[in-house]
């Protein structure tokens, strides 16, 4: 455990270290103040684009990171830590790590903002519940985004234009699923590989408060996949080597 908590400090050294996180910052600024410019808005209404937006943030920070280590760096990280394992699990907590902070600063702002604005932000009382059940949602929705994110690793997909084309494919096409599915009934025998962002949207959508049964299969799905997806992308990298 040792191992994987130093391997986490040096990447968040790395990260930080860089300009890579500039950029998934600003956005985010620009949409937290965006959406909550104009208010009265309904809280799972506005939670429900947020947690998207984390998602879509994630897969750029999962991008971009995979971009900071060569291949060279990753063989000296792993002669390290004794353990290919150690490695790629301290990167998916890594990983999970950013989509927490992501995760609470979206939760946590228009709460502040709301207290700042005389309770006037939402157009109900906000409560512990609504405010748990969004930093749950924002942080396993983030972890999505950060897994698919990096899983076109280098030694996965080598031509990097491609596997950013790739990346943001899939996440428009997770975002459209439902569309697609409406319109086109064969496609659900293909999109169920994609992240489950739209199932979520849909299962949180039209609701005034969050719903238990809803917010628990959401997460459900969502851990599922992510630690699907991350245990396939492990499965890749020990299959490809150096």
Known sequence: MRTIKELIKYYFLVYFKSTKFVMPFVAMLIFLYSIYSTFPIGIVE???????IAFLIMI???????????QVSEQLLILKAQSMLKYYISKTFFLFILAIIV????????????????????NRNITVIDIFASLILHYFSGFVGGTVGSFLHQRIMRDRRL?????????????????LNDTYAVSKFITWVLPPIADVMEKLSDNIYFAPKAVVSSL??????GSLLSTFQIFLL???KF
């Open 220 to 225: 459900i799905y969502l851990l599922i996949y």
């Open 60 to 70: 750029w920070v999962g991008l971009t990171y995979n971009s900071l280590l060569d």
């Open 46 to 52: 506005s939670y429900t684009v947020s947690l998207v």
């Open 163 to 179: 596997a950013i084309i790739i990346t943001f494919g899939i996440a428009i096409l997770a975002l459209a699923k439902k569309s």
């Open 103 to 122: 995760g609470t600063i979206m939760t946590m702002f228009p709460v502040i903002q709301n207290i700042i604005n005389g309770f006037r932000i939402y």
């Open 238 to 240: 020990n299959k490809n």
